[in-house]
């Protein structure tokens, strides 16, 4: 495995943290994840990350995760980085889907900080070390203290920064101050874990963003990327701004796979909102809600699907109103 070329971003600048379709017996769904990553990939997505948290990733098992990265694997050739998850609390079984993630022809790993069993620092480290050192593929750290009650600390940070492959940071903490000083401390590729705050990430110096509303929204954050790095800040708050609508409803409840799977049944890419317990579906109200918001984004259409902005489209928009 050859590391990335772009050390700034070395998974992309957008990348979706893609749910795992079901079918209606629930079984995973092998032709509906690849529509889907497809259909992401079109709308901007540079990157996909599979069998996360929004992924389902503690329920979904050993066969399907492999199956899985190797069909979305082939399906976006090399139009999009496919990042496999390879978190658990159990550091064996970790490096187990790290090279079961390699087998499938994955591009990198993400690796969660192991929830539950509350770690100290010197176990973080060993843990992501261990994953890191179980194959030639590049890693994402990913800290999200909210869901594994154990944040990386600063210096663990900086050593795990020293390994060849560790060489990116999902951030979930919400604390683009520490991001700051730990981006330039340690040379890892930022990526935001929070959709919200997508732009005061990249203002420090962050790569993008691994998000859950960009699989209805994946256009308006590409263009977003693209205006920031172009200098036009303004305008990139601009397009921004037109999807905080779907941030809140896909984020809010903090419910992302539930709320992202009616999502994309919403809008017309997979034909159910299955998911496996102990998640279960939105309710019709909450879809009714959802439907609401994703017409007023103008991702509806008098109950079909709407035709969805492609990147340029919205650039010339943007460009039209003075920006």
Do not use: C
Request: charged content about 20%; proline content about 5%.
């Amino acid at each position: 495995m050859v590391l990335p070329t772009d050390p700034t971003r070395p998974f992309g600048a957008v990348l979706t943290a893609m749910v795992t379709p079901m079918t209606p017996e629930g079984a995973v769904d092998l032709k509906a994840a690849v529509k889907l990553a497809k259909k992401l990939v079109d709308d901007g997505n540079d990157g996909l990350v599979l069998s996360g948290t929004t992924g389902e990733s503690p329920v979904t098992h050993t066969p399907e995760k492999e199956e899985l990265v190797a069909a979305v694997v082939e399906a976006v050739g090399d139009r999009a980085a496919v990042v496999a998850g390879a978190g658990s609390n159990d550091t064996v079984h970790a490096i187990r889907m790290a090279e079961q993630a390699a087998e499938a022809g994955a591009d990198g790993v993400l690796v969660v900080s192991p929830y539950y069993s509350r770690p100290s620092q010197e176990g973080l480290y060993q843990h992501f070390v261990a994953v890191a050192d179980a194959t030639d593929l590049p890693v994402m750290l990913y800290d999200v203290p909210g869901r594994t009650v154990v944040r990386i600390a600063p210096e663990t940070y900086r050593r795990l920064a020293q390994h060849p492959r560790i060489i990116a940071n999902k951030d979930a903490t919400g604390d683009v101050y520490a991001a700051t000083k730990l981006i330039a401390e340690t040379g890892l590729a930022w990526y935001s874990g929070d959709d919200g705050l997508l732009l005061p990430f990249l203002s420090v110096g962050g790569a993008g963003i691994v998000s859950v509303s960009a699989h209805v929204v994946g256009a308006h954050f590409a263009e977003t990327v693209r205006r920031f790095d172009a200098g036009d800040i303004a305008g990139a708050v601009e397009v921004f701004r037109t999807a905080t609508g779907v941030i809140d409803a896909l984020n809010g409840a903090g419910a992302q796979a539930v709320m992202a799977k009616a999502a994309v049944e919403a809008i017309g890419i997979t034909d159910n909102r299955f998911l496996r317990l102990p998640n279960v579906a939105a309710t019709d109200d909450e879809v009714a809600a959802l439907r609401v918001v994703l017409a007023e984004a103008g991702l509806l259409s008098d109950g079909a699907v709407a035709h969805q902005p492609e990147v340029s489209e919205l650039a010339e928009a943007s460009s039209a109103v003075g920006h």
